[in-house]
């Protein structure tokens, strides 16, 4: 049974617990140098995490998903004509999400201090089959999905539900994420909210500080 402060930690999945495979390369292996391919990638992921395509509630059912993605990797097709659905089917399938390193170690730390673990996310299918391919749905006693709920972060009330899934007062209930557009929502759903700064894909997320934050 978890004896400090909180009784939970609520994880945002993309670019906190898991990072996408590199559309860069994929950009690459579709005929771009590898200078404009990241330069490419990283203007269209920084352009992701805008208020403006927030607001386009893509995460709310599948079919919103592809045609908001497919829209932000259109400017692709000037490399090759179809890739920016190459690209769709190559990154944004969650489960060819990766890990980042100390993921794993830290949720398993949570539950060896009995931590319960959720993850709340804007998303248009189930993250289970993510975590099961890396042996960590083990760790995770809920999910909740956008699109399930027809509801987004920075909402509330997605936030509210995800604490009543793990049945755990907001006040008692961290929150984990990188967006403060998105996963600073949490704030107002009287939930501390801890953001992680961004890091390179494949090197560690700093998720350490979340078992100091909780021990």
Known sequence: MATGRFQAVL????????????????IA???????TAARMWDEIWAASKTAEELAKKRDTSPAAHRAAWSSLFARADAVAEGLSQLLYDRVMDPINWVP???????L????DSGVKVGVVS???????????KYELDVYVDSYVHSFEHAVEK??????SAACQALRTPARATLMVGDSHLADGGAVLAGMPTLLLPAVAPGEP?????VLRLVR
């Not at 980042?100 to 830290?106: E, I, K």
């Not at 920075?154 to 936030?159: D, G, Q, T």
Request: proline fraction near 9%; charge should be negative; glycine fraction near 12%.
């Open 205 to 209: 997320r700093g998720l350490d500080v």
């Open 29 to 35: 292996e579709a005929g771009a140098d590898e200078e």
């Open 108 to 111: 398993r730390g949570l539950d």
């Open 122 to 132: 804007n998303i248009a299918t189930h993250l289970g089959p993510v975590f099961s």
């Open 11 to 26: 994880f945002d999945f993309g670019d906190t617990l898991f990072h996408s495979p590199s559309g860069a390369e994929v």
């Open 100 to 106: 980042y390193p100390d993921t794993g170690s830290v």
């Open 154 to 159: 920075p909402s509330p009330a997605l936030f």
